[in-house]
């Protein structure tokens, strides 16, 4: 099946901009999600970016996509103790509602 | 925004016995509903989708006679782990398609189960 990765563990200081990093298989995926997921919860979209856009800003969240390398990143600006998470990419194709889901990137912040 | 809840939170349960979990989409219609497992540091798991009315579409390896999905109504699916084993001992997550311009699924907060 095809395969998105992402790293497990990332720690940031406070007030530090975290970027998290994602790459994937699938060249026909049409939507490129973040999730983020609190302890002991569901999941929570984030922002969305259509695979014929190479960037997408939502106040603090920047996503980027590069599709020739099948690379997509999460930047957070300014992250605060409230940003601790697993944060989770995922991929869809439009007329398809399943999505497939990275391993996840636990973020740490470091007071 | 579109809310969806999930019945219990956490659940003990012996070996062997049968275990119920409640996905509701509480202000909206879903037509489809997922099903996913998550295992500790490691992706969800799709393992069916849910279709109002008709037969849950299993991922492979998925058991379907051990997971029964019923998704009787276009606000509730439900997942019946049966005789349940120590090693289905997991996190379990619905989620809620709206079919929308952007393929959104709106997640529950999770069950938490454990089989002893």
């Known amino acids: 099946g095809e395969d998105v990765e992402q790293s497990l563990f990332l720690s940031v200081r406070e007030g530090d901009s975290s970027v998290i990093n994602c790459t994937y298989t699938d060249s026909s995926s049409t939507y490129l999600y973040w999730y983020k997921q609190e302890p002991g919860a569901g999941l929570q979209l984030l922002t969305y970016i259509f695979s014929n856009m190479d960037m997408k800003q939502d106040q603090r969240l920047t996503v980027l996509l590069n599709k020739k390398d099948k690379h997509l990143s999460l930047r957070i600006a300014d992250t605060q103790t409230g940003d601790s998470a697993i944060y989770f990419c995922?991929?869809?194709?439009?007329?398809?509602?399943?999505?497939?889901f990275g391993t996840g990137t636990r973020l740490t912040i470091i007071p | 925004g579109a809310v969806v809840s999930q019945h219990p939170s956490r659940v003990i349960c012996k070996s062997g016995t049968s275990v119920k979990i409640e996905c509701r989409s509480l202000?909206?219609?879903?037509?489809?509903m997922f099903w996913y497992r998550q295992f500790p540091k490691k992706s969800l798991m799709l393992m069916a989708t849910s279709n109002e009315g008709s037969k849950a579409t299993y991922e492979q390896g998925v058991e379907k006679d051990k997971f029964l999905i019923n998704h009787a109504s276009l606000t509730l699916s439900t997942l019946t782990v049966t005789s349940a084993h120590p090693e289905d001992s997991s996190f379990y997550i619905c989620?809620?398609?709206?079919?929308?311009?952007?393929?959104?699924?709106?997640f529950g907060p999770g069950t938490r189960l454990t089989v002893l």
């Open positions: 989620s809620a398609g709206t079919s929308g311009n952007y393929n959104e699924q709106f």
């Open positions: 995922a991929e869809g194709i439009f007329g398809n509602e399943k999505l497939t």
């Open positions: 202000d909206f219609q879903a037509t489809t």
